[in-house]
């Protein structure tokens, strides 16, 4: 699987990972990863403007916020006896979630990429769409472009969102 790191998220030090029966949080620098079982969590809820996750066990808080890699994964995969977490907010935000011509992953969410942060060609722009989307894939694909690895032509699902079939690479 083609790793992208959401450039907002080099900031960010944690990764979420699913595991057997739970999930990990990594920090990026090699501190050990803090492991979470499911049933040792008491509550797992959304803040009030959703983009944040609140985890509770029985000694500690945790806040998993939006920008987290693998976050969307893990709002996804929550065990469905948790009965306080909102499944039809995740269902709908996930089906409400449109296809990026430039990454290629259905993750566009109000006229904003998740993954790549990149907005979509519109007639406003000067350059025509294609040479738009050339452009931002050029942008998007920079570091694999210069460390020579190959771009793969068709997208695969990433983090929990699904790819586009009919996604193009222009470059
Ligand atoms: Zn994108």
């Known amino acids: 699987m083609r790793k992208v790191f959401y450039k907002k998220m080099t900031s960010e030090i944690t990764e979420i990972k699913l595991t057997e029966n739970g999930f990990s949080l990594n920090e990026t620098f090699g501190a050990k990863a803090n492991l979470f079982k499911w049933n040792e969590i008491n509550n797992i809820h959304f803040s009030e403007n959703n983009e944040n996750v609140i985890i509770e066990k029985s000694d500690k808080k945790f806040v998993l916020k939006n920008c987290n890699i693998g976050w969307y994964d893990l709002?996804?995969?929550?065990?469905?006896?948790?009965?306080?977490?909102?499944?039809?907010?995740?269902?709908?935000?996930?089906?409400?979630?449109?296809?990026?011509?430039?990454?290629?992953?259905?993750a566009l969410n109000k006229n904003e990429c998740i993954v790549c942060?990149?907005?979509?060609?519109?007639?406003?722009?000067?350059?025509?769409?294609?040479?738009?989307?050339?452009?931002?894939?050029?942008?998007?694909?920079?570091?694999?472009?210069?460390?020579?690895?190959?771009?793969?032509?068709?997208?695969?699902?990433?983090?929990?969102?699904k790819a586009d079939k009919n996604w193009k690479l222009y470059i």
Not at 79 to 102: Q, R
């Open 75 to 106: 709002i996804q995969n929550v065990p469905l006896n948790f009965t306080n977490f909102d499944f039809a907010y995740v269902k709908n935000f996930i089906e409400s979630l449109k296809p990026c011509k430039i990454c290629g992953i259905v």
């Open 117 to 161: 942060e990149n907005v979509p060609w519109n007639s406003a722009m000067t350059e025509t769409e294609i040479d738009y989307i050339k452009t931002k894939q050029l942008d998007f694909y920079s570091e694999s472009i210069n460390e020579k690895r190959e771009i793969k032509k068709i997208a695969e699902p990433e983090h929990g969102f």
